[in-house]
């Protein structure tokens, strides 16, 4: 069974520039998340979405926004990209379910320049 | 979710068993203990979770106290690739599945 894809697995953007991050869950998971982990920091919640709907969003500005399509798969979007945003940007997915656990993908590393 | 405490570091010999605590003195009912490892720049990998009964897989085995307080992850004859971050979570496990809130975790080093 294919794990959770992510591409691209690296981006190198500039100042300024807008970046798309795709994730694609695991057969059958409704639920994906996306996370940031810049150098040498911990994961940070960015967004959640189940069903097609976000159900939370952590503490980052309005320019990071995302989406999740109806076969589930998702996109995180950046604008006007800041230098700190470069980081580990990481997706999970999990199924429904009580308990259900995560399983994450090898995340994209962004780079802005 | 409830918060949760681990050391930030722990060293371990090759081939003996690792021991992480963590503790979740705030833990609900209805709350389950997860634990992630990440290895150095890859994405974390889920290995064990557990609500109340002691769980055991081919990876680990996690140990929770009568009283959910606390728990310990067991990885049993520990190798140098288990070398990683390793993360305790508690998250809410009724309805739908909500998101995973890591704390700074315990960095295990295997030593050969």
């Known amino acids: 069974e294919a794990g959770v894809t992510q591409s691209p697995t690296h981006l190198i953007k500039t100042r300024g520039q807008q970046a798309t991050l795709r994730c694609s869950p695991i057969?059958?998971?409704?639920?994906v998340y996306w996370y940031q982990q810049a150098l040498g920091l911990g994961l940070q919640f960015l967004l959640w979405?189940?069903?097609?709907?976000?159900?939370n969003r952590g503490n980052f500005p309005p320019r990071f926004s995302g989406r999740q399509f109806p076969n589930y798969s998702s996109e995180l979007n950046v604008n006007a990209l800041e230098l700190e945003d470069s980081a580990l940007y990481l997706c999970a997915s999990s199924p429904r379910g009580v308990g259900a656990e995560a399983f994450f993908g090898q995340g994209t590393r962004l780079t802005v320049v | 979710d409830a918060k949760t405490t681990q050391p930030p570091s722990m060293d371990c010999a090759e081939g003996r068993a690792a021991n992480l605590p963590c503790n979740h003195s705030?833990?609900?009912?209805?709350?389950?203990v997860y634990w992630y490892r990440q290895i150095h720049s890859q994405g974390p990998q889920y290995i064990i979770h557990g609500l109340k009964n002691n769980e055991t897989n081919e990876m680990a085995s996690l140990i929770i106290t009568e009283d959910r307080k606390s728990s310990t992850l067991i990885l049993p004859h520990a190798t140098l690739r288990d070398t990683a971050v390793y993360y305790c979570i508690v998250r809410v496990g009724s309805g739908s599945a909500r998101q995973l809130t890591f704390g700074s975790g315990t960095q295990l080093t295997v030593l050969p």
């Open positions: 057969s059958g998971h409704t639920s």
């Open positions: 705030t833990i609900s009912g209805n709350e389950y």
């Open positions: 979405y189940d069903e097609g709907e976000e159900r």
